[in-house]
C-alpha cells in the first residue's frame, strides 16, 4: 500500500466501537477472556475497529467513508426497555446501543467481515498484511488481525501469556478444518453423548436414534410424544472437533479425579456440596480465645432468602459456636437506614480498625494479626456447608465428618504430589514493590503467607493436585490411541488451561459472592490480598467454580476461535521481548504495552505459572523451554532486558531507577518497532491515559523513536450503569494512537510555525468532532493525535527566542489542550453556538465549567479530572485543597449490581490500566472559606466561579448592599464573561434548586442595574 492517509487518521466511529466494547463485557460465551485471564485485555471490538481503520485507506471522499463507517461500526440507536426491579415494579430503561457493523459481539462473522477481508487484501495488493502486536498478552489485537486474514506475529515475553496465546491463537487455526472420531470411552458413555448430539439440536425420539446407532440404549423411558415421520433418523457423524476432543478428555480427566476425590466432599441428606464456607483464626491476646475473622455474617441477602451465620462466645468464652439464621426479616425505612440495620445484623468480627473478639470485646489491629500471621499462628475454621436444595442453595453448619475430611486432605497430598514435577508449589509469592497508586499488591505475605501453596487449603491443593496429575496422565493414552502429536498437544493444553480456572475459582482469596450465591475469582482485581472469609468450590461438581463448568467455558473459547481462524495464515506466537525486534518486516503493529506500575503482569501471573509449570512439563520441548525458571523472568540486569514495568522492587526500592528504567526500556521497544515496520507501514499503540504527564513521556519517546503521530482515538471499555447515562461524561479507558514512520528527510521545527500550524489545522479538526457528537474528555483526545502531527514530523521542535532550547511535548500539548478547551468552554458558555472559542476566563472557572458540564454535581472519575485540570494548568490537587472546589468521594468507583455482573459471573473480571478514584464539584454552599472571591492588592483577581460563589453568600446573606458593593469592586457589571458564566450556570443549575433560584435573582438584579457590559468578549481581567 502506498502511503496515502489511512481511515482511523480521518475518522473512527468513536461511539460505537465504544458501546460494542463496553457491551462485550455482558456476553461471554466463546468470549477470549473465558478462555483464561489475563490482566488488562482489550476489547475486540475495539481491536477490530482499530485494525480495520488501520489497515483500510481512506477513501478521500466523505460519503465513501461514510458508508465504510457504517459497514463497520452500524448506527447508534435509542432503545426502551422494560425491566423488571427487585420490588416486582416495572421500569421502562432507555439504552444506547449499535445496529448493524460488525463489532457488536455476535456480529463478527457477517458478510460484511468477509467484505472488510476482501478489501484489506485488495489494500495490500492481493496478499494478506503482516500485523505484529509485540506486547501481546491475552491476544485480543493477534485475534482479531487473523479474524480479518491478516498474517500474524504475536510476541509476549511472559511464558503464561505466551502459553494462552498459543491456545488462542495457534491451536485453533492448526486444528481448525480437522475432525477426528471421538475416543472409544466417549462414545460408549451416554453421559457423554447425549450432551453431544444435544448439541447438535436433536432431542426426544430423535436424540434416541442417535444414542441408539451407538448401541447405547437408554435407561430412560420413551416419552409419550408421537414418533413424527419427520425425526432425523441419519446417523450423525462422531467426527468430531477440536473444541469435542477437549470436552471428552477433560470428562475422562473428571471422572478419575472424581473417583480419587470423592471421599473428600461428601453429600449430607442428599443435597450436594455446592462450597464450603471458611474463616480465618487468630488468637485473641487479651482472653486467648480463637477469634473467627469475619468480614461479613451474610450468607445471603436476597428478598425472601436472607441468610446470616451467628457467632456467639461458647460456654467457657475459649472460643465461639456458629448457627446460621434463616428468614432474616427485611428491613424498613429508607435506603439509609435499611443499610445500617443490614449492617448491624450481618456485621462480622473484622473492621477497619482490626478484629473484635466476640468473647472479651478487645480489638486486635492489623498488626496484631500480622504478627500472629508472620509467627505461622492463624488457623481457619469452617463456619457454613452452603448446599443444593430442592429449588435454591440452602445453608447449613457444617458436620463433624465435613470438618475432619477437610483435614485429612493433608495427609494426602505428599502422596499426590509425589507424582507431579515439582511437588508441591514451594515457591515463593513475590514481594510486590510499594506502588504509586497504594502499597504491594500482594498483602498476602504480611499474614504469613509467603509461599504459593499457603494460600491453598490442603483440600484446594489435593484437588488441583489430582487435575494435574490426571490432565498429564492425558497426552500418554492419546499417543496410545493414535492420536497425532500436534493433536495431543493442544488437547493437553487445554486442559491444563481448565486445571488454571479450577485455580483461580479454588484458592482461598475467593470469596463466597452473598448477592449471586456464586464462589468468587482469585483475581477479582489484579492483586493478591489477603481474605478473612472465604469459601471453597467442590472441585469436581458441576456447580459454581467445579471443573465441568471450566472445561466448558474452555470449549466454547476453542469452537469460537476455531470459526474465527479457519482460513487465516497461520499465526507466528513467539515469547520474547518487545526490544528486540522480529527478523522481518510488518505493515502495521498494534500493540497495548504495559502501562508504569498499573498491573505486575508477572508476580500476579506466577499465580499460573507454578500450575501450568506442573501440568505442562514434558509436553514439548519448546513448552519446557518456555517454563524451565521456578518463576515467569522478570528483569535481566545483565542483558539490560525484561518485563517492561515500573517495579521498584527490582531496583533496589530506588522509584527513580525503576520508572526511567521503564521509560528507557519502553524506548527501545518503539525502536525495535520502527526497525520492523514498513516504510508504509502503521504503528497503534494503546495508552491508559489516567496520567497525562505519564503519557507524554511515551509520547515522545515514540516521536523520538522516528514516528510521526497523527490519530488518537479514546475508547471506552469501562462504564458502570450510572456513567453510562452521563453519556457526555464517557469514561475512556484507553487512547489508541496512530503514527507513521517520519522520513528520514525531516527536518528540525521551529516552535512559532508549528504552533501556527498546529492551530490552523487542529480548529478545523475540533469542529469537525464537535458536530460528530464528540464530548467531554474524549473530545480533548480525539484532538490531541492529530495536533500532535504539526509537532512530531519534525525530529526536534527549536524554540525561535531561546537559542539551544527545544520545545518539549508537555509544552506543546499544553497549548494544544488549551486551545481544545478554550473552544469547549466557548461552546458551553455560549450554549452550543456564537463564540467559537473563549479567551480570557481563568484557569479554574475553565476547569468548573467543564467538569460541570460533563459530570454535573455527581461523583466523576479522577482520570478525566486531571485531564482536564492539566489542560487548564492546573492539577487536581491545586483544585482540592488551595482551591477548595473538588471534593474526594472515595476509591473505586462502587461496583453496582447490574446485569453486567451477573453475566461475567462465570466469565472473567476484565481490570483496566487506569481507573481510579472519584471526585466531585463542592456545592456553592460548601464552599465556604473567608477568603473566597477576595484577592489581595496587587494579587491576581479572584477565579470568576469565586466571585459568583462570593455572590450567592452574600445574596442568600439578605444585604443587597453588600452586594452591589461587590459587584462594583470586582467590576462584575461591565464584564461580559461574567454575564456569559452567571447564564451557563444557570442553565446548568437543576431546575427548581436554590442555586438556580440564587443565580436568577443575582442575574435579574444585575440587569436591573442597569450596568450594561461595555467590554468585548474575554477583555475584562
Ligand atoms: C497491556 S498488556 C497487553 C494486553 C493485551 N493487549 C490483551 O488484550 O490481552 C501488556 C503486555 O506486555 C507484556 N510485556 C511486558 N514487558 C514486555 C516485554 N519486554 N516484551 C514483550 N512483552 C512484554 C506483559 O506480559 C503484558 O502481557
Redesign the pocket.
Known amino acids: 500500500m502506498n502511503n496515502d492517509q489511512r481511515l482511523i487518521e480521518v475518522a473512527f466511529p468513536l461511539k460505537q466501537t465504544s458501546l460494542d466494547s463496553v457491551h462485550e463485557k455482558n456476553v461471554r460465551h466463546g468470549h477470549?477472556s473465558t478462555l483464561h485471564i489475563?490482566?488488562?485485555?482489550?476489547p475486540l471490538a475495539a481491536?477490530r475497529a482499530a485494525l480495520i481503520a488501520t489497515l483500510l485507506p481512506d477513501p478521500g471522499n466523505a460519503e465513501e467513508r461514510k458508508q465504510i463507517l457504517e459497514r463497520l461500526a452500524g448506527r447508534v440507536v435509542t432503545r426502551v426497555k422494560k425491566k423488571k426491579l427487585p420490588d416486582g415494579r416495572i421500569e421502562e430503561q432507555t439504552s444506547v446501543e449499535t445496529e448493524g457493523g460488525i463489532l457488536h459481539w455476535g456480529r463478527e462473522n457477517s458478510d460484511d467481515l468477509n467484505w472488510f477481508r476482501e478489501r484489506i487484501r485488495e489494500a495490500y495488493g492481493g496478499r494478506a498484511p503482516k500485523v505484529l502486536?509485540?506486547?501481546?498478552?491475552?491476544?485480543?489485537?493477534p485475534l482479531e488481525a487473523m479474524r480479518l486474514g491478516c498474517e500474524v506475529t504475536a510476541?509476549?515475553?511472559?511464558p503464561?501469556?505466551w502459553f494462552i496465546l498459543k491456545c488462542t491463537l495457534e491451536y485453533p487455526q492448526r486444528l481448525a478444518n480437522q475432525r477426528r472420531s471421538l475416543p472409544a470411552f466417549a462414545l460408549e458413555s451416554r453421559e457423554f453423548m447425549e450432551g453431544y448430539f444435544k448439541a447438535k439440536g436433536f432431542k426426544d425420539a430423535a436424540l434416541r436414534v442417535q444414542l441408539e446407532s451407538l448401541g447405547l440404549n437408554g435407561q430412560e423411558k420413551r416419552t409419550s410424544q408421537p414418533q413424527l415421520p419427520t425425526i432425523r433418523t441419519d446417523v450423525v457423524s462422531v467426527e468430531a472437533d477440536l473444541a469435542w476432543h477437549v470436552r471428552a478428555w477433560g470428562w475422562w480427566v473428571l471422572q478419575q479425579a472424581k473417583a480419587d476425590l470423592e471421599r473428600f466432599y461428601p453429600t449430607v441428606d442428599g443435597k450436594p456440596t455446592v462450597a464450603y464456607l471458611w474463616a480465618r483464626t487468630v488468637t485473641c491476646k487479651n482472653c486467648r480465645a480463637i477469634v473467627p475473622l469475619l468480614k461479613t455474617r451474610w450468607l445471603n441477602k436476597k428478598e425472601g432468602k436472607r441468610v446470616v451465620l451467628t457467632v456467639d462466645p461458647n460456654a467457657d468464652s475459649t472460643g465461639v459456636i456458629f448457627g446460621i439464621q434463616q428468614d432474616v426479616p427485611m428491613p424498613k425505612g429508607n435506603t439509609v437506614q435499611r443499610k445500617e440495620y443490614d449492617k448491624r445484623i450481618g456485621g462480622g468480627t473484622m473492621s477497619r480498625s482490626g478484629a473484635t473478639c466476640p468473647c472479651c470485646s478487645t480489638i486486635l489491629t492489623k498488626e496484631d494479626i500480622q504478627h500472629e500471621g508472620q509467627a505461622g499462628r492463624l488457623g481457619t475454621v469452617m463456619t457454613a456447608v452452603v448446599v443444593d436444595g430442592q429449588d435454591r442453595k440452602e445453608y447449613r453448619l457444617p458436620t463433624e465428618d465435613e470438618t475432619r475430611l477437610a483435614d485429612e486432605a493433608e495427609k494426602e497430598l505428599s502422596r499426590v504430589f509425589a507424582e507431579i514435577p515439582f511437588g508441591l508449589p514451594e515457591e515463593s509469592v513475590p514481594q510486590g514493590a510499594s506502588r504509586a497508586s497504594g502499597g504491594s499488591s500482594f498483602t498476602v505475605r504480611l499474614y504469613g503467607l509467603t509461599r504459593w501453596r499457603d494460600i491453598f487449603t490442603p483440600r484446594q491443593l489435593l484437588a488441583l493436585g489430582t487435575f494435574v496429575k490426571y490432565t498429564r496422565a492425558v497426552r500418554e493414552i492419546m499417543d496410545r490411541q493414535g492420536y497425532p502429536s500436534e493433536w495431543v498437544e493442544a488437547v493437553d493444553a487445554y486442559l491444563a488451561i481448565t486445571v488454571d480456572r479450577l485455580a483461580d475459582r479454588g484458592s482461598t482469596i475467593c470469596t463466597w459472592t452473598v448477592g449471586w450465591d456464586k464462589i468468587g475469582h482469585t483475581f477479582t482485581r489484579f492483586a493478591l490480598p489477603i481474605t478473612w472469609d472465604f469459601a471453597e468450590s467442590v472441585a469436581s461438581a458441576d456447580s459454581s467454580g467445579g471443573y465441568p463448568g471450566a472445561i466448558e467455558w474452555v470449549a466454547m473459547y476453542v469452537r469460537h476461535a476455531m470459526l474465527s481462524c479457519s482460513t487465516c495464515p497461520s499465526p507466528e506466537v513467539m515469547q520474547?521481548?518487545?526490544?528486540s525486534s522480529p527478523k522481518q518486516l510488518f505493515d502495521a503493529i498494534v500493540?497495548?504495552?504495559?502501562?508504569y506500575d498499573a498491573?505486575s503482569?508477572?508476580d500476579l501471573?506466577d499465580f499460573f505459572y507454578i500450575w501450568l509449570r506442573r501440568t505442562l512439563q514434558g509436553l514439548s520441548s519448546e513448552i519446557d523451554a518456555g517454563f524451565q525458571l521456578p518463576q515467569s523472568p522478570k528483569w535481566d540486569h545483565e542483558r539490560n532486558?525484561?518485563?517492561?514495568?515500573d517495579e521498584a522492587s527490582r531496583f533496589d526500592g530506588d522509584r527513580q531507577k525503576s520508572k526511567a528504567n521503564y521509560e528507557a526500556?519502553m524506548f527501545r521497544?518503539f525502536q525495535a518497532c520502527h526497525q520492523a515496520l514498513n516504510p508504509d507501514g502503521r504503528l497503534v499503540v494503546?495508552f491508559?491515559h489516567k496520567h497525562p504527564d505519564a503519557w507524554e513521556t511515551l509520547v515522545s519517546a515514540i516521536i523520538r523513536a522516528g514516528f510521526v503521530v497523527d490519530g488518537s482515538w479514546p475508547i471506552q471499555t469501562e462504564m458502570g450503569n450510572r456513567t453510562r447515562a452521563l453519556s457526555s461524561a464517557a469514561l475512556s479507558s484507553s487512547v489508541w494512537l496512530v503514527c507513521k514512520k517520519r522520513p528520514e528527510t525531516a527536518r528540525p521545527g521551529w516552535d512559532t510555525r508549528v504552533l501556527e500550524e498546529m492551530q490552523e489545522k487542529i480548529i478545523l479538526k475540533l469542529r469537525d468532532f464537535w458536530d460528530a457528537g464528540i464530548r467531554g474528555p474524549d473530545f480533548v483526545w480525539a484532538a490531541t493525535g492529530p495536533a500532535l502531527e504539526a509537532y512530531s514530523k519534525h525530529p526536534i521542535v527549536k524554540k525561535t527566542n531561546e537559542a539551544g532550547q527545544v520545545l518539549s511535548v508537555s509544552e506543546f500539548l499544553r497549548h494544544v489542550r488549551r486551545m481544545v478547551v478554550d473552544f469547549v468552554v466557548g461552546r458551553v458558555l455560549s450554549s452550543n453556538g456564537g463564540a467559537e472559542a473563549v479567551t480570557g476566563l481563568d484557569d479554574v472557572t475553565t476547569y468548573y465549567l467543564l467538569h460541570r458540564y460533563d459530570f454535573g454535581m455527581e461523583s466523576a472519575p479522577i482520570g478525566p479530572c486531571i485531564l482536564y485540570a492539566v489542560s487548564c494548568g492546573l492539577s487536581d490537587a491545586a483544585l482540592t485543597t488551595r482551591y477548595d472546589l473538588l471534593a474526594r468521594t472515595g476509591g473505586q468507583a462502587a461496583v453496582e449490581e447490574s446485569d453486567e455482573e451477573e453475566a461475567t459471573g462465570d466469565g472473567e473480571v476484565e481490570v483496566e490500566?487506569g481507573t481510579s478514584s472519584m471526585v466531585r464539584l463542592k456545592q456553592w454552599n460548601q464552599r465556604k472559606s473567608a477568603g473566597m472571591g477576595y484577592s489581595a492588592a496587587g494579587a491576581p483577581p479572584a477565579p470568576l466561579i469565586d466571585q459568583v460563589h462570593r455572590l450567592m453568600h452574600l445574596w442568600k446573606a439578605g444585604d443587597v448592599s453588600k452586594v452591589d458593593e461587590y459587584l462594583d469592586v470586582k467590576g462584575l457589571g461591565h464584564n461580559m464573561l461574567f454575564h456569559q458564566l452567571l447564564q451557563a450556570l444557570i442553565e446548568l443549575a437543576a431546575v427548581g434548586s436554590e442555586e438556580r433560584a440564587l443565580l436568577e435573582s443575582i442575574s435579574n438584579h444585575v440587569v436591573a442595574r442597569g450596568v450594561l457590559p461595555v467590554y468585548p468578549l474575554g477583555l475584562m481581567e
Request: proline letters at 9%; charged letters at 20%; glycine letters at 12%.
Open positions: 477470549i489475563w490482566p488488562a485485555r482489550r481491536s502486536d509485540p506486547f501481546a498478552g491475552g491476544g485480543a489485537i510476541v509476549d515475553i511472559n503464561v501469556a520474547s521481548s518487545a526490544i500493540t497495548d504495552p504495559p502501562y498491573i503482569y508477572s501471573m532486558d525484561g518485563e517492561l514495568i526500556g521497544a494503546v491508559a490500566e
